[in-house]
C-alpha cells in the first residue's frame, strides 16, 4: 500500500511505449494513465489502452484508464504566413469561406464571426498577440492588438465568451468516445467544457455506448469556471487544465482559479485533476527547476486529488525520472501539517454520508492504522476521501471496474475483494484482506464501516473499531 495520497496520471505517448519503460512508471507509482487523443491514430490509442491494462495485469494492481478528447480546436489557416503583430495594430479575420483581405487572417471555421460576442477576445498560440473586438461586419470581424506577438499557419485561436455556436463534442470526439468505451475506458475527459449540459451530454453518450466511464470537465474557458458550480453538480471530477484557460484568463489568473477550484471540487467530494507544465522542464532535463518543485508542492497542499504529467511521460526523454520526481515531491509535500481544500464539516443529505463522516472522525480519535471500506460502488471512499484525513482509506470492491475508477481518489487504495454472503462475512474477510492484501501489520487497529445487508449502494450505517487478525 503506497504512503502517497496524491494520485499521479501519466500521459501515455512514443516515450512510454516500450513495455518495460511502462512497467517501471506503474513501479514508480503511476496512479492512472492518459490516452490524448489529440495525438496519434485510433489504433495508436487502442494499443495504448491495451498496453496499460496489461502492465497493470502484471503489476497486480489497479491502473485507472482516461481518455482525453479533443474537443473543438481552431486554428488559423494553412495559408497564414509568419510575421509579427505589433500592439495596436487593427487586422481583420474571417471564417475559412471568406476571401482573404490584405493582411487579413482567416480561420479554419466557416462561421468564425458568429462566435464573436462584445465581451470576446481574440487570443492567438500561447497568449500572444492578443485582440480585442472592435466591429463586426457580416462575416469579416475587425479586432486591434492588446499584444506584441507573431501569427503563423495552424495556430491555435481561442475566442473568449464565445456563442455556444461550437458542438462541445465533435465528429471526431465522437469516434474517439465509441472507441474509449471500446476500451473499457474509467473516465472521459471533456475539453473546453462551457457550462453544465456539456457534461450532461457527454454522460448520455457514454451511457448509450453501454460505458460506465466516469466524466471529467476540463475547466480551461474563463467560461467553464464562471459555471464551476453547474459543471461540479454534474460531472465526476474536474481537470484544471492550465494551459488553454493561462491562454483564454491570462497566466496570471491561474493560480487563484486552481486553488478555488480545488478547494470547491473537494468540498462537494468531486475529484480534481492539477495539469499543464508541472515538471515542463524533464521533457529534456533529468531534474525538474525549483519552481516546478514548489508548483506541484502547492497543488499537492491545495488538496489536489491528483498531478498529472503530459509531454513528460508523453514524449519527454526521461520518463521514468519524471514520475520518480513528482511522487517524491508528492510525499515530500504531504508532510505539511494542513492540507488545504479539505471539507470541514459533516455532510447533512443522506445518514450514511452522516455515518461516514463519523467514521473519518472515530479514525483520526483512536489513531487507527487504516480506514476500512468495503464498497459496491466506490460512493463510501470518495466521501471520506475529501475529508483529506492523513489515515489512508482502503475500498474493497468486488467490481475491478469500481476499483480501477477509485485510483483517482485521494488516500483511496482500492483492492479487488470477492462478494460476501453476510454482513459478518464481509467483516472477517475485510480484516484480513487489510492484512494479506493492504499489508496491515497483526494487531493493527482499524475502523471498518458496513451496512445491514452486503451489495447496498448507500446503506452504510456501522461503524466499528476492530484489530487486524
Known amino acids: 500500500m503506497a504512503e502517497r495520497r496524491t494520485k499521479i496520471v501519466a500521459t501515455l505517448g512514443p516515450a512510454s511505449d516500450p513495455p518495460e519503460v511502462l512497467d517501471q512508471l506503474l513501479a514508480v507509482g503511476v496512479d492512472c494513465v492518459r490516452i490524448n487523443c489529440s495525438h496519434g491514430s485510433a489504433e495508436d490509442l487502442r494499443r495504448r489502452a491495451a498496453a496499460a ?10 491502473v485507472g484508464v482516461l481518455f482525453d478528447l479533443q474537443g473543438p480546436k481552431l486554428r488559423l489557416s494553412s495559408e497564414t504566413f509568419t510575421r509579427t503583430v505589433k500592439q495596436g495594430d487593427l487586422l481583420s479575420f474571417r471564417g475559412a469561406n471568406g476571401a482573404s483581405h490584405g493582411d487579413g487572417l482567416i480561420v479554419d471555421y466557416s462561421d468564425f464571426a458568429q462566435l464573436v460576442t462584445e465581451r470576446s477576445e481574440l487570443v492567438i498560440g500561447d497568449g500572444v498577440p492578443r485582440f480585442t473586438v472592435e466591429r463586426v461586419e457580416g462575416a469579416r470581424i475587425a479586432a486591434r492588438a492588446l499584444t506584441t506577438g507573431p501569427v503563423s499557419a495552424r495556430k491555435g485561436v481561442n475566442v473568449t465568451y464565445a456563442r455556444p455556436n461550437l458542438p462541445a463534442i465533435t465528429d471526431k470526439d465522437a469516434a474517439d468516445l465509441e472507441l474509449a468505451a471500446e476500451c473499457g475506458a474509467d473516465f472521459v475527459a471533456l475539453s473546453f467544457v462551457r457550462g453544465g449540459r456539456d457534461v450532461v451530454d457527454l454522460r448520455d453518450r457514454l451511457r448509450l455506448l453501454g460505458s460506465p466511464a466516469r466524466t471529467i470537465a476540463k ?10 458550480d453547474e459543471i461540479l453538480a454534474v460531472a465526476d471530477g474536474v481537470m484544471v487544465a492550465r494551459g488553454d484557460y493561462g491562454v483564454e484568463a491570462g497566466v496570471a489568473r491561474v493560480p487563484l482559479m486552481q486553488k478555488d477550484t ?17 515538471l515542463e522542464s524533464m521533457i529534456h532535463s533529468p531534474e525538474p527547476t525549483r519552481a516546478e518543485v514548489a508548483d506541484v508542492a502547492n497543488a499537492v497542499i491545495d488538496g489536489t486529488s491528483a498531478v498529472m504529467l503530459s509531454a513528460e511521460t508523453a514524449a519527454g526523454e526521461h520518463p521514468v525520472e519524471a514520475l520518480r520526481a513528482m511522487a517524491e515531491i508528492a510525499r515530500a509535500a504531504e508532510e505539511s501539517p494542513v492540507i488545504h481544500g479539505r471539507a470541514l464539516g459533516v455532510d447533512r443529505h443522506t445518514s450514511a454520508a452522516a455515518v461516514l463522516y463519523a467514521a473519518v472522525q472515530l479514525a483520526e480519535a483512536v489513531d487507527a492504522a487504516a480506514l476500512i471500506i468495503p464498497t459496491a460502488t466506490g460512493g463510501g471512499p470518495r466521501t471520506c476521501a475529501k475529508y483529506r484525513s492523513d489515515r489512508p482509506i482502503i475500498a474493497l470492491a468486488d467490481d475491478p471496474v469500481v476499483c480501477s475508477q477509485l485510483m483517482l481518489e485521494w488516500g483511496v487504495h482500492p483492492i479487488t475483494l470477492g462478494p460476501a454472503d453476510s454482513v459478518d462475512a464481509l467483516v472477517e474477510s475485510s480484516l484480513l484482506a487489510g492484512r ?25 450505517s456501522l461503524i466499528m473499531v476492530r484489530e487486524i487478525p
Open 436 to 460: 494479506d492484501l493492504a499489508g496491515l501489520p497483526s494487531g493493527a487497529r482499524v475502523v471498518l464501516t458496513a451496512g445491514r445487508s452486503t451489495r447496498t449502494p448507500g446503506a452504510t
Open 219 to 228: 475547466i480551461e474557458k474563463i467560461e467553464a469556471y464562471e459555471h464551476l
Open 262 to 278: 480545488i478547494t470547491r471540487a473537494t468540498h462537494i467530494g468531486k475529484c480534481v485533476i492539477t495539469a499543464t507544465q508541472m
Open 53 to 62: 491494462r496489461d502492465a497493470a495485469r502484471r503489476a497486480g494492481r489497479p
